[in-house]
């Protein structure tokens, strides 16, 4: 019998004298070797590796029950055997399945799979035999129509999804389109592929968190998806100002769109295409919402967002700066108007709740970002300045804090590092300028003097506990409470939304979310649309703008029109030799020391050469498409 340190019993271990045989070996002591990988070993890891690759790049629209079947299977392959649930269990599940899937199956199957799963996630020894139990569940609860579907017609509804990049831009942008143009060079035409889905280019291609990326093929290849973000930026650093195409004839038709961030700006760009009159109400000085007044200049410049603005407004989009619902009513406009967008994003930052919140020196995130995009820059020279938070809006802080000269920054987040919302670059980004993380630490009371300035934070020790809702949840640890000193305490916990004045006008709100249903249709207010984080709550600017144009076409068809938008661009043809493996250029960023004082870009772009090479990675999926994508895009919409 062999074991897991090398052939032990390879040689007698005594013999019948009770003395050791010589051994083999330089100094016969091979009692324990080193491991050594066998070259099936090596293969076996690699083809995990493989194996691992595809998964992640699996797009969606694959057949839930054919992949149940492959979980399961795998699942039953790592099952130790030691307990009947586990051994004969999984397998007899993967039969279930597979009976079902090959259109064999009947309504008792089903029944039979969900008591099967729960007797066994209910006796199962260990976690391998339960949790593949649970995900058979998970699956049947959440695809239950799917295997109905193979069970009544022996077919797959899974339906089709288009290229992946693409269909995972909640925008739906031709990104393999647009790749093609920058690799011959057309820059502009690039930009006007990009408008036709989303006439944010310029903002897009530097913060955009590109969730296209997410399924992207080329990962089977070499395990990391295209740079498409970063060719989105390279396209439009070099195309040069590319004017929009031309409206379609007015239609005498008025829009009000209430909120100048990226889902009312997308929205009135759209509008204007189709040749309706978009006016825009903003309470704020400018236009951009939280991309101006939010996201800070060293992600996102002002040149960049006002490129993308300046083509929108050029399309005759009028613009008044008041606050609809002090100012005038909603019931005011849609008097005035035949339709409205209600764009009004979620601005107001969220509280924590403990004791001496009120004192001087503690703000939102938002209300300080707020006036850094207004020009009015806070000083913190010389201050400890605490930020409460960890998604990406505490690290926007956490950074800014830095650039107002802030003598220490100090991020306390409830949870552990890696549990942060937060994009991993930015916490990296965040502690290489020189904020210290202060992890598993709850917010308790403010600590302060007579003449009530903050003085410091009091903080509970936590201790990180079961998984709830997919996370591991913190609870009170038991210690004791610390005090953090500091001058200033910057709340980023959560934004809420103004919305109480529209809901007084009629809108429907959930808490103070409005609600709008799928085509962005206010319910039970006719002409009335709503969308974005308003509607989301906090999101991101591509679902904005994915909100934005929803929105545009569902208001055309309300005011009687099917217009069409679509781009006169001839998209190169796919080469036929594709691809060796090749790493992927990351964007890089100024040195820490150079970029930590100021608030210009932060980011630099591609060269020539890394653009070029990185467009070659991508593997043209709109032609070599297959299974349940067949590689055709999207012309118009
Ligand atoms: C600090 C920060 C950093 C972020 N970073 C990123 C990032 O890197 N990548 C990313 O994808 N997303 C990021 N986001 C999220 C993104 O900015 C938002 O999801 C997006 O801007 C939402 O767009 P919107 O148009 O719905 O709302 P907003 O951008 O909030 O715009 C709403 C507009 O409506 C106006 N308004 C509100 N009420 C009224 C009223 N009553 N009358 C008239 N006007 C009104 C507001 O002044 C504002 O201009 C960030 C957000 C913040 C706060
Ligand atoms: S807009 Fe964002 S999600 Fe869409 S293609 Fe560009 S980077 Fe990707
Ligand atoms: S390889 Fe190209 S076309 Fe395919 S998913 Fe990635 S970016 Fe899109």
Redesign the pocket.
């Known amino acids: 019998m062999g074991s897991r340190y090398g052939q032990r019993n390879a040689f007698p271990r005594k013999n019948g004298h009770g003395t050791f045989p010589v051994r083999k070996g330089v100094y016969g002591l091979d009692k324990l070797t080193l491991t050594q990988e066998t070259p099936a070993q090596k293969a076996v890891n690699s083809l995990y590796i493989e194996f691992y690759r595809r998964l992640n790049a699996s797009p969606q629209g694959t057949c839930p029950v054919d992949l149940a079947s492959a979980f399961v299977n795998l699942c039953h392959a790592q099952s130790c055997g030691k307990c009947v649930p586990c051994r004969i269990g999984l397998g007899s599940l993967r039969e279930t399945i597979d009976k079902i899937r090959s259109g064999d199956g009947t309504e008792r199957d089903l029944d039979k799979l969900e008591a099967h799963a729960t007797a066994i996630a209910d006796s199962a020894d260990c976690a391998i035999g339960i949790e593949a139990a649970r995900m058979v569940l998970t699956g049947l609860r959440g695809f239950r129509e799917d295997y109905e579907a193979h069970i009544r017609t022996g077919e797959c509804i899974a339906s089709f999804m288009g ?3 693409s269909h995972s831009c909640p925008a739906h942008v031709d ?2 389109g647009y ?1 093609a143009l920058v690799k011959e060079g057309r820059y502009a035409d690039a930009v006007r592929v990009i408008r036709k889905d989303n006439p944010f280019p310029s903002v897009c291609g530097l913060i955009c968190e590109h969730p296209c990326e997410a ?4 990962k089977i290849v070499d395990d990391d ?2 740079n ?1 973000r970063g060719l989105k930026r390279y396209a439009v650093d070099n195309a040069g100002t590319v004017p929009p195409p031309a409206p379609a004839a007015s239609t005498g038709k008025t829009v009000a769109v209430v909120g100048a961030g990226p889902t009312g700006l997308t929205a009135a760009y759209f509008l204007s295409l189709m040749g309706h009159q978009v006016t825009i109400f903003e309470q704020n000085k400018k236009l951009g919402g939280m991309l101006r007044y939010g996201i800070p200049s060293y992600r996102l410049p002002d040149s960049y967002l006002d490129a993308d603005i300046d083509i929108i407004l050029s399309l005759g989009v009028k613009v008044e700066h008041s606050a609809i619902g002090k100012e005038f009513t909603l019931e005011q406009l849609r008097e005035k108007y035949d339709a409205v967008y209600l764009a009004i994003g979620a601005h107001a930052g969220k509280t924590l709740g403990i004791e001496g919140e009120n004192k001087r020196g503690i703000m939102s995130a938002v209300e300080m970002l707020h006036d850094v995009g207004e020009g009015e820059k806070i000083d913190f020279t010389g201050k400890d300045v605490v930020i409460v938070g960890g998604g990406n809006v505490a690290m926007d802080a956490t950074r800014t804090s830095l650039r107002l000269g802030a003598k220490s920054v100090k991020c306390v987040y409830r949870r552990r590092r890696q549990d942060m919302t937060a994009l991993a670059e930015e916490v990296d980004g965040a502690v290489a300028e020189g904020c210290e993380l202060i992890t598993l630490q709850a917010p308790l009371k403010v600590d302060y003097d007579e003449d009530e300035n903050v003085t410091g934070l009091w903080v509970q020790p936590q201790i990180i506990g079961d998984v709830k809702n997919g996370r591991p949840a913190p609870r009170n640890a038991d210690k004791a409470p610390e005090l953090i000193r500091c001058d200033y305490i910057v709340v980023a916990i959560g934004q809420a939304i103004d919305s109480a004045d529209f809901g007084k006008s009629g809108v429907p709100l959930r808490r103070d979310a409005m609600t709008a249903d799928p085509t962005g249709a206010v319910p039970g207010m006719p002409g009335v649309f709503a969308g974005g984080d308003a509607v989301t709550r906090p999101a991101t600017v591509i679902r904005a703008v994915e909100a934005g144009k929803i929105a545009a076409n569902n208001i055309d068809h309300y005011l009687g029109f099917e217009h069409t938008i679509t781009v006169d661009v001839d998209i190169p043809t796919a080469p036929i030799s594709l691809k060796s493996a090749c790493g992927r250029v990351e964007i890089t960023e100024r040195e820490v020391a150079d970029r930590k004082g100021d608030f210009i870009l932060m980011e630099n772009p591609m060269s020539h050469e890394e653009a070029m090479q990185e467009c070659s990675r ?5 032609h070599y498409g297959y299974g349940n994508f067949r590689g055709e895009r999207k012309r118009q919409w």
């Open positions: 290229v992946p990049c990104i393999p790749i399924h992207c093929r080329r998806a295209v498409i991508c593997m043209r999926c709109d």
